[in-house]
């Protein structure tokens, strides 16, 4: 006998059909899922985003300078021990009463003796005295010159504290006035690559110290020099009042300024000659063109249509496969 076979019926086929169609859903479904888990393990563990915020670069030049004030020595009247009656950084008007000197004679049983120091005019107590209060002078034309000849390497901080008594002969100086309401003089040597050269007497200059902002005015012309560099002359009409006790300091001078949003330059990528930053929105990344307003150091100012405070883009853009 020979073996009857048969054929599934339409119905059947039907069946295989809407069966097999539904795996292929459910398994388009499954990579659906497992892509979107990708995906979420890519943008959340590999691909680091950040916020764009608004804000400002400055280039800044390294220069040492030398602080130039009106100051006035008093010296002891007497020999013996130095003893304050007011605390340095008070300001005083002359005639004042701001210390006295007492003869060494009562350590040996005699009665000693006061003799007092007045001031000799208006300003603050300060007992920072380096000996070269009478050679640095505001009013003096050739400042430079000046400050190049002496070759000021001193701190200026004071030997005497507060509250400490220090012996000292008649004559020697033991403190000093100095004028806090009239302007500060910077003279200071900046380095080569600031642009100093195209700064005229009377414009506006910017600096950095102990990283507060003070903002001056060009006092002479710039002095360029192919071996020394350029010497600067600046005067501040407003600064902190620990200045009134140092006679020479670092300061960083604000060669230039831009303004954008600040990213890391290693989040620009660029394409066809165009700089541009990947962007992260709900649905995707992609990338967009920027405008680079300047770069200092490992960051960059940036602007473009797209680009806004709190935008999210990729800060590792190397990180990214895609095409976009």
Known sequence: MSENRTRPGKKGRI??????AALLLAGGFILYIMAVQVWHFATTSL?????????ELKKLYMAEGVLIRNETVITSPADGELVLLLKPGERVRAGDNIAEVRTIGEDWGIPARSAL?????????????DGLEGVLNPAQTDILEVVKLNQVKTK?????????RIKCSKGQAVLKIVDNLSPLIIALQAPGGFPAGVMKKGE?????????????????????SST?????VIRLHSYPANLMSIRSSSFELVGGKVSGCIVSAKSLVKKGGQEGLYIMTKQSIHWVPVKVEGAVN???????EQIAPGVSYVLNPNWLLTGN
């Open 15 to 20: 069946a295989l059909s809407a069966a097999r």
């Open 47 to 55: 691909v680091k985003t950040g916020a764009l915020t608004a804000g």
């Open 117 to 129: 120091i007045r001031a000799t005019g208006t300003g603050v107590i300060n007992l920072a005295v």
């Open 156 to 164: 200026g901080y004071a030997v005497v504290r507060e509250g400490q």
């Open 204 to 224: 506006s200059i910017t600096m950095l110290w102990e990283n507060q902002e003070l903002t001056g005015s060009i006092a002479e012309n710039p002095v360029v």
């Open 228 to 232: 020394t560099g350029q010497w600067l």
């Open 298 to 304: 490992d960051s960059a100012a940036v602007s473009g």
